[in-house]
């Protein structure tokens, strides 16, 4: 009897297997995004101080980078006046 629940089960774990590989692979591109735009805040924040750009369009470039950052967290965008939108 147990073989047959293996065999009927197996395509089952089949399918577990891969949603666990696409779960794990889309995770990791999740994390390699946030990388990225914590990046991106790091040299804006470099460029301010270096004076390289105005404090308006640090703001800008900061307001649409977190606004990246909290989709990719699923928390909906943030807008001008900070309230949340979903």
Do not use: C, K, W, Y
């Not at 949603?19 to 999740?30: D, G, Y």
Request: no cysteine.
């Amino acid at each position: 009897m147990l073989l047959i629940d293996d065999l009927l089960a197996a395509p089952f774990r089949g399918l577990m297997f891969i949603l666990s590989e696409i779960n794990n692979a889309v995770e990791a591109e999740q994390e390699a995004d946030e990388r990225r735009i914590m990046s991106a805040l790091a040299g804006l924040n470099r460029r301010l101080d270096e004076g390289q750009i105005t404090e308006a369009e640090f703001e800008a470039e900061e307001q649409a980078l977190l606004s990246r950052l909290d989709r990719l967290h699923g928390q909906g965008e943030v807008d001008a006046g900070g309230d949340q939108q979903r």
